[in-house]
């Protein structure tokens, strides 16, 4: 559903002097498939992200294909591009406080989007806002819907957050360290509902991570990314289990003993 | 415990009021709960919970920042709180505090000798080169060069920083170190090369630190001994071995559960603690 083809973006400073940021990453996602993406800060992973959703600041260049469906995304009028975003790709923020507009009740932001794209009166996008809720499991939707974010848990807001994405059933979801926000036993919550809802809806998912635990629990395929290229790419068990890059390697032995598990006997960390 | 303890803390709580909107019913939150526990000399006492559990109010105690509503903190045997301003001044330089943020936490207008030297007022006074030897020592011991010292801190790395943060914490020669959450910031690689760094003091310096963290794998790395919090109490403590892997506590089982580990990858094996599948 998405390729991705030899795409690069560049920084170009005040001096004409061009950065690389991301430089020729290549992959394919299939539908109902969920793509994790890993790497260290700087690695280019948010680049990557914000050029499919053509979200980039002013002074960054894409070049190369970005297909969805048979759209090349980077050719795409902004007019065009604003019918894809939202609700052909949705997208989820790391700031659950954020990423949500503090002077709004919650219900309003999620049928922002259906009022806007889909035409529908007040009083139906409510209701569907209340579905949105409960389909992320926020208990008490029906009051909920009326809460500002402030006087909601940063795990309901990331809930919040999900449900905005959501609103209007796009095939894609690109979630940015959507967790890393979060307690553990909230990250595993969520991580919970975006595995419900890409296998009960087929959507894709482009899950980005600096945690390769979080990785190796949701993502099918994993592509490693280390200043701007990418390392290696590969089913999720391949990569973390037998990883070919010597970046990869790395990684994964500077994780703690318990979060590397089994794979603790074979590796040891570096001195 | 076999050594003597280093560190005692007896009892503490500490209520926060709450001011409600209207001005009426004012509430009063316990951050922390009657806590008590003790850290023997040369040892790393982990404190491991979540947002909210009391950790970091647990740590200002400590450091004298804050008061407790009620209890005490003992260290090398004299009560903190019952010393006078000038004896506290006097103990301050025995303990010191590595945070978080190792962006927030070092003045970016001043060079790096000037923020790794500040403690060293607590110490009474310095010659000039005193002063420099003292800051290019501390700077050596965290694998800095003394030549560092010129530099300003957006020169460095995120690592680097934290390394910075730890000289400025050692140059008072302390016996006890906080370090709150101290790599979570931190890229992996980073993070396993201050872990170590942290690891080498203790064997090296007998440095003793309490080190608090919400991640698990972290903390077993470097504890020897761990402290669970839940709610501002104290609900489990223990050698790291005996916690992490017999936890007593249905909630630290619940921590170890949610905590991501590579011995299950992929969505089934998540998947399966559900009845649908």
Not at chain 1, 151 to 179: H, K, N
Not at chain 2, 23 to 40: H, I, P, Q
Not at chain 2, 88 to 96: I, N, V, Y
Not at chain 2, 114 to 129: F, M, Q
């Amino acid at each position: 559903m998405l390729k991705v083809s030899a795409l690069s973006v560049d920084i170009v400073g005040s001096d004409g002097v061009a950065a690389r940021i991301v430089d020729d990453v290549s992959f394919d996602l299939a539908q109902g498939e969920t793509l994790g993406i890993v790497g260290e800060s700087g690695a280019g992973k948010t680049m990557l992200a914000l050029a499919i959703m053509r979200l980039l600041p002013a002074i960054a260049r894409p070049s190369g294909e970005i297909l969805l469906g048979g759209d090349n995304l980077l050719a795409l009028s902004e007019t065009d591009m604003c019918a894809v975003r939202g609700r052909r790709i949705g997208m989820i923020f790391q700031e659950p406080m954020t990423a949500l507009n503090p002077a709004q009740r919650v219900g309003t932001q999620i049928a922002e989007g259906l009022i806007l794209h889909r035409s529908l009166a007040q009083r139906e996008a409510r209701q569907q806002a209340i579905d949105l809720l409960e389909r992320v499991r926020i208990a008490d939707a029906r009051r909920r819907v009326d809460c500002f974010p402030h006087e909601l848990s940063g795990g309901q807001r990331q809930r919040v957050g999900i449900a905005i994405a959501l609103a209007l059933r796009p095939g894609l979801l690109i979630a940015d360290e959507p967790t890393t926000a979060l307690d553990v036993t909230v990250q595993k919550e969520i991580l919970d509902i975006l595995d419900e809802l890409v296998s009960d809806l087929r959507m894709s998912l482009i899950f980005i991570s600096h945690d390769i635990g979080v990785i190796g629990r949701i993502a099918d395929s994993t592509l490693v990314m280390l200043g701007g290229r990418k390392m290696e790419q590969g089913p999720t068990a391949r990569v973390l289990r037998a990883p070919t890059a010597a970046y990869t390697q790395s990684l994964l032995a500077a994780m703690p003993r318990r979060t590397r598990g089994s794979l603790a006997r074979t590796q040891e960390p570096p001195r | 415990m076999s050594g003597p303890a280093l560190l005692e803390v007896r009892h503490l709580t500490r209520d926060y009021k709450l001011r409600s909107g209207d001005g009426l019913a004012a509430r009063t939150l316990r951050a922390v709960d009657d806590v008590s526990f003790a850290v023997e000399q040369g040892s790393v006492l982990g404190i491991v919970g979540e947002s909210g559990c009391g950790k970091s109010t647990l740590a200002r105690i400590i450091m004298a920042l804050d008061r407790p509503t009620v209890g005490e903190v003992v260290f090398e045997g004299e009560s903190l709180f019952a010393l006078s301003a000038g004896a506290l001044r006097q103990r301050r330089r025995d303990f010191q505090m590595v945070f978080q943020d190792p962006y927030g936490s070092l003045d970016p207008r001043h060079a790096i000798g000037r923020i790794v030297a500040e403690p060293l007022h607590l110490g009474g006074a310095l010659t000039r080169s005193e002063r420099t030897m003292r800051v290019a020592e501390a700077l050596e011991i965290v694998g800095l060069k003394a030549t560092d010292a010129a530099r300003y801190p957006h020169e460095f790395s995120g690592g680097q920083r934290q390394r910075i943060a730890i000289a400025r914490a050692l140059i008072t020669r302390p016996k006890l170190v906080i370090a709150d959450e101290a790599v979570s910031a931190l890229d992996l690689s980073v993070q396993a090369q201050i872990l170590h760094l942290l690891m080498e003091l203790k064997e090296r310096n007998r440095l003793t630190v309490l080190f608090i963290s919400h991640n698990l794998g972290v903390i077993e790395e470097i504890a020897d001994r761990v402290g669970v919090m839940y709610a501002g109490r104290l609900i489990e403590i223990g050698a790291t071995r005996d916690v992490l892997h017999h936890p007593q506590h249905e909630y630290t089982q619940r921590l170890l559960d949610a905590e991501p580990t590579l011995d299950v990858i992929g969505r089934s094996g998540h998947r399966s603690a559900q009845a649908s599948g």
